[in-house]
């Protein structure tokens, strides 16, 4: 069985641009999360869809991120206008179900550099 | 004060020794406490999970939580070199949203060497 998987593995981009993460979940998977770590800092919660629905955003930074999970399976991180304090590492983490006990499945992550 | 604090490392130990990673919390409603391995360039990966106080061993590893103390451990017995990679603790409430979201620690790079 396929894992978590994300696309691009890096991304380069200038102060201003806009960048598009992508993130296919284990299929079946109705539960997608959005995570980053930013340089020398925890893991961050941006946020959950339950299949198309987000659930949970309440850890997204401001109104320059974008995430879509259209037809609840693959989802979409979009950063317009992106600046400096935006690079780091972004994961997806899927799930079956959601709740207390149950195992999030991460991605391998896409490093991101905002120059 | 960070809700959970971890000694970001590096801690480095000849192979068999026992090693002990340690997190320290304070938001005491947290009721779900996890370890992840992550191995460079790859995303966390669960390695064992617990919801109450006490101890949880699964093959090598032991997971012990104490909540009257808010101080969780990984102990990672007769170490290899294949166990040197980032060790990451998270815990987790209900949030705002309805949702289990982990709060990680910001991880312990271990090196096992030979």
């Known amino acids: 069985e396929a894992g978590v998987t994300q696309f691009p593995s890096h991304s380069v981009i200038e102060k201003g641009q806009t960048v598009t993460l992508r993130c296919d979940p284990i299929s079946g998977h109705d539960n997608l999360y959005w995570y980053r770590r930013v340089m020398g800092k925890e893991i961050k919660f941006l946020l959950h869809f339950v299949k198309e629905s987000k659930q949970d955003e309440s850890g997204m930074p401001n109104n320059r991120f974008l995430a879509e999970r259209t037809g609840g399976t693959y989802s979409t991180l979009k950063v317009q206008p992106a600046e400096l304090e935006d690079s780091g590492v972004y994961f997806c983490?899927?799930?079956?179900?959601w709740g207390v006990g149950e195992t999030q499945y991460f991605g391998p992550g896409t490093r991101l550099l905002v120059l | 004060q960070k809700e959970v604090e971890q000694d970001p490392g590096p801690l480095s130990v000849p192979e068999g020794a026992i090693v002990s990673l340690n997190c320290t919390y304070s938001?005491?409603?947290?009721?779900?406490f996890m370890w992840y391995r992550q191995y460079s360039r790859k995303g966390p990966e669960l390695l064992m999970y617990?919801?109450?106080?006490g101890n949880k061993e699964d093959g090598r590893f032991t997971a012990q939580v104490d909540k009257s103390s808010k101080y969780i451990s990984l102990f990672i017995r007769d170490s290899q070199p294949s166990d040197s990679a980032t060790y990451l603790c998270?815990?987790?409430?209900?949030?705002?949203?309805?949702?289990?979201?982990?709060?990680f620690g910001r991880g312990t790079s271990l090196i096992v060497h030979p």
């Open positions: 998270a815990m987790s409430a209900l949030g705002a949203g309805g949702s289990y979201i982990p709060t």
């Open positions: 617990t919801y109450s106080s």
């Open positions: 983490a899927s799930s079956q179900d």
């Open positions: 938001n005491s409603a947290f009721q779900y």
